[in-house]
């Protein structure tokens, strides 16, 4: 589950997939779904601990996963705008991120955590 979060974070911007209709408050579950089938790997730091993802979208809503995740590496879907990620560790502070492959949904590892 996503929830709003205004802490104050630099992310790594994800290019956009110009493949995919442009996202809409409406349409954004029926996209999910069906058409953003690319995933962008990010990673953390080997070793570190738990820590939770967030993502700033392109209209500048700014949300934050509020279950953890405990692999190096975990994927997002990538939609048509592009749009900035972050890690922040359990105590709020934000761990560098580093951009991994694009790849189709379908070759996604399962080591790899799929936010």
């Not at 029926?30 to 962008?40: E, K, V």
């Not at 590496?73 to 105590?91: K, L, N, W, Y």
């Not at 580093?98 to 955590?113: C, D, H, S, W, Y």
């Amino acid at each position: 589950m996503w929830h709003s979060f205004s802490g104050e974070v630099l992310g790594i911007a994800v290019q956009g997939d110009d493949t995919v209709p442009a996202t809409t408050r409406w349409n954004k579950p029926f996209l999910i779904l069906f058409f953003w089938n690319t995933l962008q790997v990010l990673e953390v730091p080997v070793g570190t601990g738990l820590y939770r993802v967030g993502f700033c979208a392109f209209d500048g809503t700014v949300q934050l996963r509020e279950e953890p995740v405990t692999t190096h590496q975990f994927a997002v879907r990538v939609g048509r705008e592009s749009c900035q990620f972050f890690a922040i560790d359990m105590e709020g502070h934000e761990i560098e991120l580093k951009l991994g492959r694009r790849l189709p949904k379908k070759e996604l590892a399962p080591t790899v955590t799929l936010v």
